[in-house]
């Protein structure tokens, strides 16, 4: 070894891989990132992170003590420190990464991942404009603030913010725009998933639930059908399964302005059918209406 080559020099970047740049680059603009292998996914742990056995990192939801020098457990590896970035223990991952991905969260963003051109076309119709970035079938639309990150909350329409990272396209068009209530919204699970309703036992059991649980003409016709079943085919007792049916049908559907009078009437008039007066009806339904504080 000649003395010349004895020289420390720190590696030019122009030497350093061409997605090592850019992810420094962003890291400079305050974008956390981390290396993508082929087919979108963040590198494998390490050996002592296979499986969380390190307990995962700190800032993870199984909040942990790993402080591992490897670009582990995905979107929890991504980083603003140039030192971390262009670390020997990154090397590997940047030689064979194929992206650079970005973990929104980390730079108060979130990103709205639209699929396909269906996901696109909605997102016009219903999102505030904001910066969008083309991806290879639909796009992101960027907006500054962050919330939780769940997938498929419309179809072809995930949400990467917390918790989760997205793939780096480039900075995109439009001025960003703070993160909409309509955005927000959608990570808030509807609790009217239509559930295969087996009968009134199960429509009782919605009895005391406070939401409407229907999404469908269909289904609130289902439940009152079911209803009108079940005072026909009560055996004995009948004050109490018209009183209860009426509970059930007024939870699933009494807040939401979609029962109208004919629906209601349909129920007297089966009940009546089974010798309820007609005030006793409208007593059960009054009784059923200030049980659920309506
Ligand atoms: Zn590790
Ligand atoms: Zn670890």
Redesign the pocket.
Known sequence: MTHTTDIPRAPARTALPALLRTALQLAERGLPVLPLRAGKLPFG?CR??TRSA?G??PHMKAAGP?G?PAP??GWAAATTDPDVLASPAWAKAWRQARAVAYHPGGAALTVVDLDHAGAVAWARQNLPATTTVPTTRGEHWIYFGTMTSPNAVRPGVDIKSAMSYARWLGPGTGTMTLLPDAVRALAVREPTTVRPVSGAVSMLASAGEAVCRHRSPAYLERGITMAEQRITVAAEAIHTTVYRTFLAVLSAHGRCGCLTEAHITRLFTVAQAKGESLRHCEAAWSNARIKLGM
């Open positions: 742990n002592d992170c390190c995962d990192r790993c591992c582990c457990h």
